[in-house]
């Protein structure tokens, strides 16, 4: 149980990071600057929770000047775990099952996942700093929202529908 969670949680750090880098380099080379529709302040994800701040022109310059500086920390991480990605694969297709070389890749992979989870919780704490109070109450609203429908997908629930009280 707890291994599928680590699995899930590291699988949703890694969709994240690459959902954020993309936005960074397609929006910036596709429409020459900041806020394209597909970009960061336009598509879902992240994009949509900054929309629904309603940032001002100076938050967004901001958020891009941080996204910018992080690039260069979560470009040789997404590297190494394409690297990964590509041997865990090779080790799956082999004749035989190497159990000391797929620990020692599940290691490295791991390590590999908790240094972005620190890469994008030092970015995610650098947004949060330029939202004003409004902002961040706000924004807080939403992830609170957003762990509650997670929690209730995660007990087979459908989103409207409320757990009895004394359970």
């Not at 099952?97 to 240094?115: E, I, N, P, R």
């Amino acid at each position: 149980m707890k291994s599928n969670r680590l699995k899930f949680i590291g699988g949703a750090v890694v969709v994240t990071l690459l959902v954020a880098i993309t936005a960074v380099s397609e929006t910036a080379g596709r429409h020459g600057h900041w806020g394209g529709r597909d970009g960061m302040f336009g598509g879902a994800g992240l994009g949509f929770m900054v929309h629904r701040l309603d940032l001002t022109d100076a938050q967004k310059a901001q958020a891009k000047q941080i996204m910018i500086n992080e690039k260069s920390a979560f470009q040789p991480l997404m590297q190494q775990m394409r690297q990964n990605r590509a041997q865990e694969r090779q080790l799956v297709e082999a004749a035989s099952f190497d159990q000391a070389q797929a620990q020692a890749l599940a290691a490295q992979q791991s390590q590999t996942v908790a240094q972005l989870t620190v890469e994008k919780m030092r970015m995610e704490s650098q947004f949060y700093q330029i939202l004003t109070p409004d902002q961040k109450t706000k924004l807080n609203a939403m992830l609170d929202k957003r762990a509650e429908r997670f929690q209730q997908h995660q007990q087979g629930q459908q989103p409207d529908q409320q757990q009895p009280a004394n359970q």
